[in-house]
């Protein structure tokens, strides 16, 4: 058995290129730890990977970033996440209706905050956090294509509506378009938006995932383990949008492909039975890891 | 032959004549039904009063009044148990509570149909002073089917994968957006499917309306939902139990029980292709 010590993140990065930052990350499942203090930065505009076995921890991992673990029941997170520099975490927090309320009385929060627009402050003791709007931000696409039976325009048009961030009928068309360009879709569906999204073929299904999760226009997109489903023309595809998206978005893969980390990721991070072993460069984790178990491991000794 | 192969012919025909057996039984009370009944049935019957103390005319009062009675008791049981099942299954904490309230339905549904009866008397006809009415009969059937429609509600809201859910609050919906837009649109043929099952028991029983909305013999249709009113089960028990003329209510009565049937068997139908349909459909 290897035994793994908890290092530091051996690259530091300067604070306005940080767009989330994991501190102290620990998460159970009832008395499970699954995430074993974790800390690292995400940077902005750049793809990070994270790599590992299974069972490793790293969906729990990126699940945390858009607070998708509070749907399990028995998930427990501690630490910090902050994103662009406000903790999507606070601590002692009561929740009402999504709403992460801090220190003042509920109902002051409920009276005087709005239900719609920027709301996520952390000003030391004041904060609430709509876990809503961090979801809005931190968009998922999942291992799993799981686009809903309905037509290949509401999938897109969905988080739109739901949203309300389009008035108009024209606008909505335009974002849907855009959005189904930005995921190297258009081309195939123009013509038929009407059909059921049910009707594509894998690797089409899943970036219309990612089309739908583009159209509300987040800041940060997670990927787990998107192309585990999928061939390798369409794993191509994918990461080749993966790369195209990096302008605009901040992107986090889960991945089970050491090759595709290589390719298309930037940083990358390898996780361990809940443990970040090491954190840096890819190009550095790829060729000179500094553990002797992310070596064993990217040269497919184990794992 | 061997002892092995002796004993599995053995167990597959006890099993075969038990499945046999079944069917043979359906089959006698059908075409028992049916025969005795479809004498009587025509067109007049289906849509005449009846007459000369009901041994002549139709049945229109009893179909009509088993329609209103159907009706009331799904309009009050549909919202009310698809409300309950989406709370226990969506938004409760999964937890003791959640399960006492499980058990307490799976129980509500092993309740006799007449105690049901006896509720609807004290509860909606005397303190409600709803009076004998298609509105207290309704809602005491409405209580009898209500466990039906929130387990087939909540068994059809657990069959909705998950990943619509994640997908869902991953684009930013409030769990409210969630289940309204995706999850119910998802699980609505199993809910209707539950929803015609409780229909087809609401129509078919007689115990619960005994005290609480059915009447005898009624010269006129129902003209409100507070008036007294014939209904087919009802109308079957008092043919046979009452008047002086057995030779010619008793062929009225199998005939009634006929229609009964065929309106019972035919919104079962609806309901087992409303599901084949939706076990079709991929997700």
Redesign the interface.
């Known amino acids: 058995m290897v035994r793994l010590v908890h290092s530091p993140q051996s690259i530091v990065h300067r604070e306005s290129e940080i767009k989330v930052s994991i501190r102290n990350l620990n998460i159970w499942y009832r008395d499970k730890q699954a995430i074993k203090n974790v800390s690292l930065d995400i940077k902005k505009n750049k793809v990070t990977a994270v790599i590992g076995p299974s069972g490793c921890g790293k969906s729990t991992f990126i699940r945390a970033i858009n607070r998708m673990n509070d749907i399990i029941p028995e998930a427990r997170v501690e630490g910090k996440i902050l994103l662009d520099g406000k903790n999507i975490y606070p601590p002692r927090n009561k929740k009402v209706n999504n709403i992460v309320l801090g220190d003042k009385p509920w109902y002051k929060k409920i009276f005087f905050s709005r239900r719609r627009g920027e709301k996520i402050l952390n000003e030391d003791n004041k904060y609430y956090i709509d876990v809503v709007e961090v979801r809005r931000k931190v968009g998922m696409v999942f291992q799993r294509t799981n686009p809903f039976p309905k037509s290949i325009f509401e999938n897109v048009a969905y988080g739109l509506k739901i949203n309300k961030s389009v008035k108009k009928k024209s606008q909505l068309w335009a974002r849907v378009e855009q959005s189904l360009k930005d995921a190297a879709l258009w081309d195939e569906v123009k013509d038929r938006l009407n059909h059921s999204a049910l009707d594509l073929s894998g690797g089409q299904q899943q970036r219309l995932c990612i089309a739908r999760a583009l159209a509300v226009e987040p800041e940060v997109v997670l990927f787990d383990e998107p192309c585990s489903a999928l061939d390798p023309v369409a794993t191509a595809k994918i990461e080749e949008l993966i790369q195209n998206l990096k302008d605009k978005y901040t992107i986090v893969i889960v991945t089970h492909n050491m090759q595709q980390a290589a390719r298309i990721s930037d940083f990358c991070a390898f996780l361990m039975m809940g443990e970040l072993v090491e954190f840096d460069r890819t190009e550095k984790i790829f060729t000179a890891p500094s553990k002797k178990v992310t070596e064993d491991y990217i040269t497919g000794r184990f794992g | 032959m061997n002892g092995r192969r002796l004993k599995e012919l053995v167990g597959f025909t006890i099993l075969r004549l038990a499945t046999f057996i079944i069917l043979l039984v359906l089959f006698v009370i059908i075409s028992f039904i049916a025969v005795r009944g479809i004498k009587v049935v025509n067109w007049g019957f289906l849509t005449e009063m009846p007459r000369a103390g009901m041994t002549a005319g139709g049945i229109l009062p009893a179909i009509l009044g088993t329609f209103y009675l159907t009706l009331c008791a799904i309009c009050f049981a549909l919202p009310l148990g698809v409300g309950a099942a989406i709370y226990l299954t969506e938004y409760a904490?999964?937890g003791i509570l959640v399960r006492i309230i499980r058990v307490g339905v799976n129980n509500l549904a092993g309740v006799p149909s007449v105690v049901f009866g006896l509720f609807g008397l004290a509860a909606f006809v005397k303190f409600l002073r709803f009076g004998v009415s298609i509105l207290a009969g309704g809602l005491t059937l409405g209580i009898l089917i209500l466990p039906i429609i929130i387990r087939a509600s909540e068994e059809a809201l657990r069959s909705v994968?998950q990943?619509?859910?994640?997908?869902?609050?991953?684009?930013?919906?409030?769990?409210w957006?969630t289940i309204r837009?995706?999850v119910i649109?998802?699980c609505l043929p199993g809910v209707l499917t539950g929803a015609i099952l409780g229909v087809g028991r609401a129509a078919g029983e007689t115990a619960p309306i005994l005290f609480t909305a059915a009447t005898f013999y009624k010269m006129s249709l129902p003209h409100s939902i507070l008036s007294e009113t014939q209904a087919l089960p009802y109308h079957i028990y008092a043919l046979m139990t009452e008047g002086t003329h057995p030779e010619v209510q008793v062929p009225i009565a199998y005939g009634t029980a006929l229609v009964l049937l065929i309106l019972v068997l035919g919104i079962d139908l609806v309901a087992i292709i409303l599901r084949n349909r939706a076990r079709r459909?991929?997700?």
């Open positions: 904490k999964q994968p990943s619509f859910r994640e997908a869902s609050l991953a684009l930013g919906a409030t769990k957006q837009k995706v649109p998802s459909r991929k997700w």
